[in-house]
């Protein structure tokens, strides 16, 4: 239970409970689930938290442990509710928002071999993250295309607004939400790790 609670902290991803830790020869199999407060429905937009099945969701994050040689990959394998609209009955499965969409992995595992491109060979990287060396390729240029986005999304704001918010009712979680105060408009939402008292 304390190791399980060590790793929650370590990863800090948003909703992710781990239920068991599994070390294998080269990965680090951290078996969780995920669990929001409700997702809004893709079709009607209606805010839902009504679970028909789980489903079960494979995601590779950044290793977080380098001590053995060959650097463990750390696999997320998740339980994920599948929802229903209680509106248009429209089922979905959620889709945190720290997973690459439709990918198998993270965001930040995205970052980071986008970072790595930056100073060797994709077959290098490939080789390191146990990857392709095409997806890495492709994986390259989806992150070069958003982090132009984000610089977009940035050029023209002249005052930042940031707030604290709760993103679990009672749980003193918070998030750091950025939003250009001139145009009124919600540019970010960070992770804040640190809790309050
Ligand atoms: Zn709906």
Redesign the pocket.
Known sequence: MQEEKFYEELLGLAFLRIDSVEKQSGKLIIHCSYQSEGER?P????VTAVVNQYDHRQVCDLDISDKQRGRPAVWLHMRIPQLV?H??R?YFTESPDWVQPGKSYTKRQAKWVFDMCAKQPFTEVGALVDMNHKTVERLYYQQAALEVNLAQRYRDVRKIGIDELAYRKGKQDYVCVLTDLERGIQLDVLPNRKKRH
Do not use: H, V, Y
């Open positions: 429905c079709q009607c937009g209606s609209c509106t248009c429209r």
